[in-house]
């Protein structure tokens, strides 16, 4: 673990982490970049995971207060998915540190190609001129639909859990998309703190890079939400599609190759 202290090593994770930061606030799936930095150091891959967590709570708490400010997130109207997302999170953590997640490998990127195509396919996937911003909440059965598994796949796995989180809050709740990427970055802060504090109890997190590659994507968050905020839908969709492309062909090498 020498090479951890090498100024070259801790620039190439702050570079990573400021650019997992940046993608992370627009579309979801920085985890694809900083995970796979994190096992190339040789840390096993439950403290990957744990180590990911502290670094990402720091770039999604950003982002998510971001959109907050913009008024692009109102928190009084998603009471019951927080609380759906929390249990989902405890549940997926819990299960990821007892059982391998080969199965999982190898259907992931499928579900991301899927993803990709229906976004392709259908124009208002990403939201079209007549959705309006929501002024109640979701009916309490559909905030826990959309809560409780993606809770617990982002504390199980991860991976492209923003994307997920974007795409089926604008086609599920007919939100525009910037609302939807608010509603992504704020319910993933909560499963990333959730899943956080487990791994911090079963001693499975490195602090010191957790923190370090934290507040690059600190950084790289606010320049990611204030990118998206002021460009849109016109800037989001293209960097969207071509990032879970992306994410579904880095998944299916890395589970079939």
Request: with cysteine; net charge positive.
């Amino acid at each position: 673990m020498d090479l951890l202290f090498e100024p070259s090593t801790w620039a190439i994770l702050a570079g990573i982490g400021l650019l997992a930061g940046f993608i992370d606030a627009i579309a979801g799936g920085g985890g694809l970049l900083s995970i796979p930095a994190l096992l190339t150091l040789g840390i096993n891959p439950h403290t990957a995971l744990g180590t990911n967590k502290l670094a990402a709570c720091f770039g999604s708490s950003t982002a998510a207060y971001t959109y907050y400010k913009q008024n692009l997130f109102t928190p009084q109207l998603w009471y019951h998915t927080f609380i759906a997302t929390f249990l989902g999170a405890i549940s997926g953590t819990f299960i990821v540190t007892l059982i391998d997640s080969h199965l999982l490998e190898k259907l992931l990127p499928l579900m991301i190609i899927i993803i990709a195509i229906y976004t392709l396919a259908k124009p208002n996937s990403m939201g079209c001129s007549t959705f309006t911003p929501l002024k109640q909440p979701a009916t309490r059965i559909k905030q826990w639909l959309q809560g409780f598994p993606l809770g617990f796949y982002d504390g199980f796995a991860g991976p492209g859990t923003g994307a997920f989180w974007t795409i089926t809050s604008t086609t599920y709740h007919k939100q525009p998309l910037l609302h939807s990427c608010g509603l992504a970055r704020a319910m993933t802060f909560t499963s990333n703190l959730t899943s956080l504090v487990i791994f911090l109890t079963l001693g499975q997190v490195n602090v010191i890079i957790g923190l370090s590659m934290g507040l690059c994507m600190m950084l790289g968050s606010f320049i990611g939400a204030r990118t998206a905020i002021k460009f849109g839908v016109q800037f989001i969709r293209p960097v969207f599609i071509t990032l879970v492309l992306l994410i579904a062909a880095k998944l299916a090498w890395d589970a079939w190759v």
